[in-house]
């Protein structure tokens, strides 16, 4: 398995990438018996980096007060979920034992500690350990934000003493570059960030031991981060969090920030398009690549050195963009509940960072939730902005997204003919080409299935990426792109807008090659507005096939078919009739393997199932069409 998945990754790689692997190795031979250990990580006197920070929180409104109490006593009672696991609960006199920063909570097993070279350990699944990815949720110590904003809000003492046992514990347990918690960049990146804040917030009410050992975790973090960069066909959204954590670990030991501000801004200019959407396909990682930058904006603002215009102008085309998406249905790709700023679990989290953006520059915005820690971080839009209407085609991201109204219900529907993915290996896309969405009144009808898991999903990691999943046509169950590993891909589909035009009787139409190598077809499909329906025509451009057309309903959304129509209800209320050429129709929910039945993930590691309904016949170039009817 494992030569297999390094002859997969190799083929993603140029000759300029094999030569930064094989230096990237000898950097690794090299920190075993140099770098490990706080010996040569001292750190000088650290720098505010959000040095307004103290009185933003101060200025909490209650609903802000109150999201911060829950959370911060959720921390002192010895709670901690995420990515749909609770970890044990700890006696509040003990809340960070050694064995916290090594546990998965899913199979209660022990990742290696200190005693291992972090670089020799196997990171992947595949043993009785688990995923990597549960140990190093909470070793991103973002349960310090709420701890610290209490303290400053409250003086609460076991808040002060929660915070240092933590840093404490983390310190003694995770010596530089032994055991899991030095072994992925942005974790160290995420860690700092996470110091950072909570140093800014509570640092004068530390003891200051405490301020020392958060000040050798950022120099070691520091060193780490320089040297062992996520570069090439890695350089996503890891590679803004580094840059991101190198920035703010720099204006904090009052180190030159220089290059690394460059690199930082280079980035933003890669990774969020000029129309606003994200490079990865998915707006969950924009929006996190979004924050990291919004994050680094307001430390330089903060210093004196203010981002230039063109950064702040991408910022706000990314939070423009997300002003169109549904606010409950606009997913698509990869999404692993990755954030800066967090309380815990939240909805919205896109909405929030669009918001967020909005606050800062100062620009009318949807309004955030009433507890939001961004808001609170970076300002709220100072008025509100009117909803998008009518059809927009987002053409670098590919991504076109219709609003407006029907039998006086408001509908948002979004049509995928974006690239698979960025960068060689594609890691965070799915193969969701000329996949639709659907929202009535806010609420999502069809919907994109998620994510559920990463290298511990197997098959099911396959299924939720795969065409067979979303709202799109396939043919035999094969997928338009070619996956060769749980981040990778040997074929990408290229997908084309053929057509998009605006108005009351608007119509869409794209296609893709994923199919032509294979079956020697390429799927074309237009969308338009026929009255109070959404027509869907499919082609198969080049010959006649058997092909199977899929709509995934969202989990609450019931269906029953009669003859060659499917009406869908929520509650018991009609809310869509969708009219099939004949009833060649199946329609099922869940299943014990991939493909039986329709699953769909609402947050990352949670699968609930929900109806999946397929048409089964011939398709040419002539067409099929489907009907989608308000009821």
Known sequence: MRIGWYANRLRGMGSAEILHRLREQRRRIASRNRDDGWRRHAAPDLVPVLPELREKVSAATPAQRQAIAEAAEGVLAGRFSALGQSWPPREPGRLFPPRIWRLDPATGALWPGAESYTFDIDLRPGDSRGDIKYVWEINRLQFLLPLAAQLRLTGCERCRESIEAAIESWHAGNPPFRGVGWASGIEVALRAASLIVALDLAGDRLDPATGRKAGEILAASAYWLARFPSLFSSANNHLVAELAGRYLIGLSLGARTDAVRKALLAELDRQILADGTGAEQTPSY????????????????????????????????????????????????????GRLLTLGAEDGYVRSVAAAIHGFLRLPGEAPEPGDIRALVFGAPPQPAPAPEGLRSFERGGLSIWRGSMKERAVALTFDHGPLGYLAIAAHGHADALSLTLCIDGDPVLVDPGTWLYGSGGVWRDWFRSTPAHNTLNLDGASQSIASGPFNWSHKADATLVESKPGTHWRLSARHDGYRGRFGVLHQRSLARDGDAIVVTDRLLGRRRTAEIVFQLAADIAASQQGSAVTLSRGGRAIMTIRFPDAAIAMRAGGERPGQGGWVSPRFGVREPATRLAWRGEVGEEGVTIRLVLA
């Open 286 to 337: 924009a929006a996190f690549t979004a924050e990291a930058m919004l994050l680094c904006a307001a430390a330089a603002q903060q210093a004196g050195e203010p981002f230039p215009p063109s950064a702040t102008a991408r910022l706000a085309a990314f939070a423009g963009f997300v002003a169109w998406l549904p606010a409950r249905g606009g997913r698509f790709g990869d999404d692993d509940d």
